[in-house]
Protein backbone atom coordinates (compact mmCIF):
# COMPACT_ATOMS: atom_id res chain seq x y z
CA UNK A 1 0.00 0.00 0.00
CA UNK A 2 0.99 3.61 -0.69
CA UNK A 3 1.47 6.23 1.44
CA UNK A 4 -1.33 9.25 1.30
CA UNK A 5 0.09 12.66 -0.28
CA UNK A 6 -0.18 16.06 0.93
CA UNK A 7 -1.90 18.75 -1.55
CA UNK A 8 -1.47 22.48 -0.63
CA UNK A 9 -3.23 25.18 -2.38
CA UNK A 10 -1.96 28.76 -3.11
CA UNK A 11 -2.44 31.39 -1.80
CA UNK A 12 -4.85 30.88 0.83
CA UNK A 13 -3.28 28.37 2.61
CA UNK A 14 -6.08 24.88 2.43
CA UNK A 15 -4.35 21.89 2.36
CA UNK A 16 -5.58 17.87 2.21
CA UNK A 17 -4.25 14.81 1.92
CA UNK A 18 -4.74 12.22 -0.97
CA UNK A 19 -5.18 8.93 -0.72
CA UNK A 20 -3.33 6.09 -3.17
CA UNK A 21 -5.43 6.11 -6.40
CA UNK A 22 -7.49 9.17 -5.58
CA UNK A 23 -8.08 12.09 -7.40
CA UNK A 24 -7.39 15.53 -6.31
CA UNK A 25 -11.04 16.55 -6.87
CA UNK A 26 -12.62 13.54 -5.16
CA UNK A 27 -9.85 14.25 -2.11
CA UNK A 28 -10.68 17.85 -1.79
CA UNK A 29 -14.44 17.14 -2.06
CA UNK A 30 -14.04 15.06 0.93
CA UNK A 31 -11.88 17.09 3.26
CA UNK A 32 -14.73 20.41 2.27
CA UNK A 33 -12.30 21.91 0.08
CA UNK A 34 -14.87 22.98 -3.06
CA UNK A 35 -12.35 23.12 -6.01
CA UNK A 36 -13.96 24.32 -9.40
CA UNK A 37 -15.41 21.48 -11.11
CA UNK A 38 -18.49 20.62 -13.04
CA UNK A 39 -18.66 17.24 -15.14
CA UNK A 40 -16.02 15.12 -13.33
CA UNK A 41 -15.51 13.39 -16.56
CA UNK A 42 -13.32 14.99 -18.30
CA UNK A 43 -15.18 16.59 -20.65
CA UNK A 44 -16.15 20.41 -19.28
CA UNK A 45 -12.67 21.94 -18.68
CA UNK A 46 -14.24 23.54 -15.38
CA UNK A 47 -11.53 21.39 -12.75
CA UNK A 48 -8.31 22.87 -14.34
CA UNK A 49 -5.57 24.32 -12.20
CA UNK A 50 -2.49 25.53 -12.58
CA UNK A 51 0.34 22.81 -11.06
CA UNK A 52 2.71 24.97 -9.31
CA UNK A 53 5.06 21.70 -7.83
CA UNK A 54 4.76 17.77 -7.57
CA UNK A 55 3.43 15.48 -10.41
CA UNK A 56 0.30 13.83 -11.26
CA UNK A 57 -0.69 11.39 -13.86
CA UNK A 58 -3.91 11.94 -16.08
CA UNK A 59 -5.89 9.93 -18.13
CA UNK A 60 -4.24 9.65 -21.15
CA UNK A 61 -6.76 11.73 -23.18
CA UNK A 62 -9.60 13.89 -22.68
CA UNK A 63 -12.85 11.95 -23.89
CA UNK A 64 -12.58 14.62 -27.00
CA UNK A 65 -8.58 13.78 -27.28
CA UNK A 66 -7.00 16.58 -26.63
CA UNK A 67 -4.33 16.49 -23.71
CA UNK A 68 -3.97 18.64 -20.34
CA UNK A 69 -1.81 21.72 -20.70
CA UNK A 70 2.15 21.55 -19.40
CA UNK A 71 1.90 22.99 -16.14
CA UNK A 72 -2.09 22.17 -15.64
CA UNK A 73 -3.99 19.90 -13.23
CA UNK A 74 -6.94 18.04 -14.39
CA UNK A 75 -8.17 17.52 -11.17
CA UNK A 76 -11.00 15.38 -11.63
CA UNK A 77 -8.80 12.99 -13.71
CA UNK A 78 -5.83 13.67 -12.33
CA UNK A 79 -4.04 11.03 -9.62
CA UNK A 80 -0.71 12.94 -7.62
CA UNK A 81 2.93 10.91 -7.84
CA UNK A 82 4.22 13.33 -5.33
CA UNK A 83 3.15 16.33 -2.74
CA UNK A 84 1.51 19.17 -5.13
CA UNK A 85 0.81 22.54 -4.44
CA UNK A 86 -1.81 24.05 -6.66
CA UNK A 87 -3.00 27.51 -8.04
CA UNK A 88 -6.69 27.72 -6.30
CA UNK A 89 -6.99 31.61 -5.90
CA UNK A 90 -10.79 31.04 -5.50
CA UNK A 91 -10.57 28.30 -2.96
CA UNK A 92 -10.57 29.42 0.75
CA UNK A 93 -8.12 28.19 2.96
CA UNK A 94 -10.98 26.64 5.75
CA UNK A 95 -13.18 23.88 4.32
CA UNK A 96 -16.76 24.08 3.83
CA UNK A 97 -19.51 21.86 2.18
CA UNK A 98 -18.97 18.25 2.05
CA UNK A 99 -20.72 15.81 -0.36
CA UNK A 100 -23.29 13.61 1.43
CA UNK A 101 -24.43 9.80 0.78
CA UNK A 102 -28.12 9.07 1.50
CA UNK A 103 -31.41 8.07 1.03
CA UNK A 104 -34.03 9.90 -0.63
CA UNK A 105 -37.62 8.54 -0.84
CA UNK A 106 -39.73 9.46 -3.65
CA UNK A 107 -42.95 11.89 -3.07
CA UNK A 108 -44.02 13.59 -6.61
CA UNK A 109 -43.47 12.40 -10.30
CA UNK A 110 -44.23 14.60 -13.15
CA UNK A 111 -44.44 13.62 -16.80
CA UNK A 112 -44.45 17.20 -18.20
CA UNK A 113 -43.37 15.66 -22.17
CA UNK A 114 -43.28 12.89 -23.86
CA UNK A 115 -39.82 11.88 -22.96
CA UNK A 116 -38.98 14.27 -19.49
CA UNK A 117 -39.87 13.15 -16.19
CA UNK A 118 -39.91 15.95 -13.01
CA UNK A 119 -38.60 13.90 -9.82
CA UNK A 120 -39.05 15.27 -6.42
CA UNK A 121 -37.20 13.83 -3.64
CA UNK A 122 -37.25 14.53 0.40
CA UNK A 123 -33.85 13.78 2.07
CA UNK A 124 -33.88 13.18 5.92
CA UNK A 125 -32.86 15.86 7.86
CA UNK A 126 -30.40 14.30 9.85
CA UNK A 127 -28.31 13.65 6.02
CA UNK A 128 -27.16 17.05 6.50
CA UNK A 129 -27.58 17.11 2.83
CA UNK A 130 -27.56 20.95 1.41
CA UNK A 131 -26.68 21.98 -2.12
CA UNK A 132 -26.50 25.94 -3.92
CA UNK A 133 -28.55 26.70 -7.20
CA UNK A 134 -27.15 25.26 -9.99
CA UNK A 135 -25.07 22.03 -8.28
CA UNK A 136 -26.16 18.42 -9.07
CA UNK A 137 -26.28 15.21 -7.55
CA UNK A 138 -25.86 11.40 -8.26
CA UNK A 139 -28.50 8.90 -8.21
CA UNK A 140 -25.96 5.14 -7.39
CA UNK A 141 -27.47 2.65 -8.71
CA UNK A 142 -27.25 -1.15 -7.52
CA UNK A 143 -23.89 -1.91 -9.36
CA UNK A 144 -22.73 1.45 -7.93
CA UNK A 145 -22.74 3.23 -11.51
CA UNK A 146 -23.60 6.67 -11.00
CA UNK A 147 -26.02 9.39 -13.06
CA UNK A 148 -25.73 12.62 -12.46
CA UNK A 149 -28.62 15.53 -12.31
CA UNK A 150 -29.10 19.00 -11.67
CA UNK A 151 -31.29 20.10 -8.93
CA UNK A 152 -34.23 22.24 -10.18
CA UNK A 153 -35.32 23.31 -7.39
CA UNK A 154 -34.57 26.46 -4.69
CA UNK A 155 -32.12 25.42 -1.86
CA UNK A 156 -34.62 26.76 0.49
CA UNK A 157 -36.83 24.27 0.31
CA UNK A 158 -35.28 22.16 2.52
CA UNK A 159 -34.55 18.43 2.29
CA UNK A 160 -36.01 18.39 -0.84
CA UNK A 161 -34.22 17.94 -4.62
CA UNK A 162 -36.27 18.34 -7.90
CA UNK A 163 -34.36 16.74 -11.27
CA UNK A 164 -35.64 17.11 -14.63
CA UNK A 165 -34.46 13.59 -16.10
CA UNK A 166 -34.66 13.29 -19.90
CA UNK A 167 -35.62 9.31 -20.97
CA UNK A 168 -32.97 8.07 -23.19
CA UNK A 169 -33.42 4.72 -24.81
CA UNK A 170 -31.28 2.13 -23.15
CA UNK A 171 -30.66 4.62 -20.37
CA UNK A 172 -29.59 2.89 -16.93
CA UNK A 173 -31.79 5.15 -14.85
CA UNK A 174 -33.41 7.51 -17.35
CA UNK A 175 -35.91 4.55 -18.60
CA UNK A 176 -36.46 3.18 -15.25
CA UNK A 177 -37.36 6.66 -13.90
CA UNK A 178 -39.83 7.63 -17.07
CA UNK A 179 -41.23 4.39 -17.45
CA UNK A 180 -41.88 2.95 -13.53
CA UNK A 181 -40.68 5.18 -11.09
CA UNK A 182 -43.50 6.05 -8.61
CA UNK A 183 -44.29 8.03 -5.56
CA UNK A 184 -42.91 5.98 -2.24
CA UNK A 185 -39.63 4.67 -3.92
CA UNK A 186 -36.40 5.00 -2.06
CA UNK A 187 -32.95 5.95 -4.06
CA UNK A 188 -29.56 6.17 -2.77
CA UNK A 189 -28.16 9.52 -3.77
CA UNK A 190 -24.54 11.12 -3.56
CA UNK A 191 -23.81 15.14 -3.44
CA UNK A 192 -24.16 18.28 -4.08
CA UNK A 193 -21.33 18.42 -6.96
CA UNK A 194 -20.58 21.38 -9.31
CA UNK A 195 -19.94 25.12 -9.17
CA UNK A 196 -21.97 26.32 -11.44
CA UNK A 197 -23.30 29.08 -9.62
CA UNK A 198 -24.63 32.66 -9.56
CA UNK A 199 -21.45 34.73 -9.42
CA UNK A 200 -21.51 37.98 -7.97
CA UNK A 201 -21.16 41.19 -10.03
CA UNK A 202 -23.40 43.48 -11.83
CA UNK A 203 -22.62 42.46 -15.81
CA UNK A 204 -26.11 41.90 -17.28
CA UNK A 205 -26.44 37.86 -17.87
CA UNK A 206 -27.48 35.15 -20.68
CA UNK A 207 -28.75 31.88 -19.99
CA UNK A 208 -27.95 29.36 -22.64
CA UNK A 209 -30.26 26.37 -21.83
CA UNK A 210 -30.96 23.36 -24.43
CA UNK A 211 -33.41 20.64 -23.39
CA UNK A 212 -33.38 19.33 -19.79
CA UNK A 213 -30.25 21.74 -19.21
CA UNK A 214 -32.83 23.94 -18.15
CA UNK A 215 -33.13 22.43 -14.86
CA UNK A 216 -30.23 24.17 -13.05
CA UNK A 217 -31.21 27.86 -15.03
CA UNK A 218 -34.83 26.66 -13.30
CA UNK A 219 -32.97 26.79 -9.60
CA UNK A 220 -30.87 29.63 -10.06
CA UNK A 221 -34.01 31.90 -11.46
CA UNK A 222 -36.09 30.68 -8.52
CA UNK A 223 -32.93 31.18 -5.96
CA UNK A 224 -31.98 35.11 -7.58
CA UNK A 225 -34.78 35.85 -9.77
CA UNK A 226 -34.98 39.29 -7.76
CA UNK A 227 -30.85 39.71 -8.67
CA UNK A 228 -31.02 38.19 -12.03
CA UNK A 229 -33.73 41.09 -12.56
CA UNK A 230 -32.03 43.77 -11.46
CA UNK A 231 -28.64 42.81 -13.60
CA UNK A 232 -30.98 42.59 -16.69
CA UNK A 233 -31.41 38.24 -17.41
CA UNK A 234 -32.27 36.94 -20.99
CA UNK A 235 -33.08 32.91 -20.76
CA UNK A 236 -32.22 31.62 -24.70
CA UNK A 237 -34.01 28.06 -23.97
CA UNK A 238 -32.99 25.57 -27.63
CA UNK A 239 -34.73 22.26 -28.39
CA UNK A 240 -35.80 20.55 -31.11
CA UNK A 241 -39.36 20.74 -31.39
CA UNK A 242 -41.93 22.58 -28.90
CA UNK A 243 -42.70 19.45 -26.93
CA UNK A 244 -38.61 19.70 -25.97
CA UNK A 245 -39.97 23.26 -24.00
CA UNK A 246 -41.54 21.34 -20.84
CA UNK A 247 -42.10 24.27 -18.75
CA UNK A 248 -42.28 27.86 -20.94
CA UNK A 249 -45.57 28.29 -18.80
CA UNK A 250 -42.97 28.76 -15.46
CA UNK A 251 -40.78 31.06 -17.17
CA UNK A 252 -43.70 33.11 -18.84
CA UNK A 253 -44.59 33.68 -14.87
CA UNK A 254 -41.04 34.95 -13.66
CA UNK A 255 -41.31 37.19 -16.64
CA UNK A 256 -44.19 38.13 -15.45
CA UNK A 257 -43.01 38.69 -11.71
CA UNK A 258 -39.56 40.14 -12.71
CA UNK A 259 -39.61 42.18 -16.02
CA UNK A 260 -36.06 42.36 -16.35
CA UNK A 261 -36.01 38.67 -17.04
CA UNK A 262 -36.83 37.61 -20.85
CA UNK A 263 -37.32 34.21 -22.29
CA UNK A 264 -36.33 33.55 -26.21
CA UNK A 265 -37.19 30.05 -26.94
CA UNK A 266 -35.70 28.76 -30.35
CA UNK A 267 -36.57 25.54 -32.20
CA UNK A 268 -34.27 23.95 -34.60
CA UNK A 269 -36.59 21.37 -36.12
CA UNK A 270 -39.91 23.19 -36.04
CA UNK A 271 -43.23 22.49 -37.40
CA UNK A 272 -45.06 25.07 -39.94
CA UNK A 273 -46.90 26.28 -37.11
CA UNK A 274 -43.88 27.75 -35.33
CA UNK A 275 -43.82 31.94 -35.14
CA UNK A 276 -40.77 32.07 -32.62
CA UNK A 277 -37.04 31.96 -33.62
CA UNK A 278 -35.48 28.86 -35.66
CA UNK A 279 -32.36 27.52 -35.56
CA UNK A 280 -29.22 27.02 -32.79
CA UNK A 281 -29.84 28.15 -30.01
CA UNK A 282 -26.34 29.90 -29.39
CA UNK A 283 -26.27 31.41 -32.73
CA UNK A 284 -29.75 33.02 -31.58
CA UNK A 285 -27.45 34.73 -29.10
CA UNK A 286 -25.03 35.95 -31.46
CA UNK A 287 -27.69 37.63 -33.65
CA UNK A 288 -28.77 39.48 -30.72
CA UNK A 289 -25.95 40.21 -28.81
CA UNK A 290 -22.63 40.38 -31.16
CA UNK A 291 -21.24 42.16 -28.68
CA UNK A 292 -21.07 40.17 -24.84
CA UNK A 293 -17.83 41.52 -24.02
CA UNK A 294 -20.08 42.95 -20.49
CA UNK A 295 -21.84 39.72 -20.61
CA UNK A 296 -21.93 36.88 -17.85
CA UNK A 297 -23.28 33.54 -19.94
CA UNK A 298 -24.33 30.97 -17.75
CA UNK A 299 -24.98 27.60 -20.29
CA UNK A 300 -25.98 23.75 -19.33
CA UNK A 301 -27.01 21.13 -21.86
CA UNK A 302 -25.13 19.41 -24.68
CA UNK A 303 -21.84 19.43 -24.88
CA UNK A 304 -21.61 20.45 -28.50
CA UNK A 305 -23.91 23.03 -27.85
CA UNK A 306 -21.97 23.65 -25.27
CA UNK A 307 -18.21 23.84 -27.34
CA UNK A 308 -20.36 26.08 -29.92
CA UNK A 309 -21.16 28.47 -27.72
CA UNK A 310 -18.11 28.71 -25.57
CA UNK A 311 -15.55 28.61 -28.76
CA UNK A 312 -18.09 31.33 -30.95
CA UNK A 313 -18.85 33.83 -28.24
CA UNK A 314 -15.36 34.33 -27.22
CA UNK A 315 -13.74 34.41 -30.63
CA UNK A 316 -16.48 36.59 -32.34
CA UNK A 317 -18.67 38.27 -29.31
CA UNK A 318 -15.60 39.48 -27.48
CA UNK A 319 -16.99 37.40 -24.34
CA UNK A 320 -14.01 36.95 -21.50
CA UNK A 321 -13.73 33.03 -21.17
CA UNK A 322 -13.87 33.43 -17.44
CA UNK A 323 -17.47 34.72 -17.98
CA UNK A 324 -18.90 31.56 -19.50
CA UNK A 325 -19.67 29.37 -16.62
CA UNK A 326 -20.96 26.01 -18.19
CA UNK A 327 -22.24 22.31 -16.72
CA UNK A 328 -22.31 20.23 -19.87
CA UNK A 329 -23.99 16.99 -20.11
CA UNK A 330 -22.18 13.65 -20.29
CA UNK A 331 -24.60 10.70 -21.73
CA UNK A 332 -24.43 7.21 -19.90
CA UNK A 333 -26.33 4.06 -20.94
Not at 11 to 32: I, K
Not at 59 to 65: K, M, S, V
Not at 259 to 287: D, K, M, Q, Y
Amino acid sequence: MGTNLLVRLSPNGGSFECAPGQTVLDAALAAGYWLPHSCRTGTCNSCHLGLLEGAVEHAPTRPDGTDVPAGQCRTCQAVPTAELLLDAPKVPAEPGQRVVTTGAKVVEVSRPSHDVVVIRLQVPPAAGFSFKAGQYASVILKDGAKRSYSMANDPAEAGVIEWHVRRMEGGRFSTHAYDKLKAGGLLRIEGPYGDFVLQPGDAPIVLLASGTGYAPIAALLKTHGAEMARRGAVLYWGGRQRADLYAVDSVAAWEAQYPGIRLVPVLSEAGPEWTGRRGFVHAAVLEDLPDLSAHEVYACGNPLMIDAARSSFTATAGLPAGRFLADAFVVNN
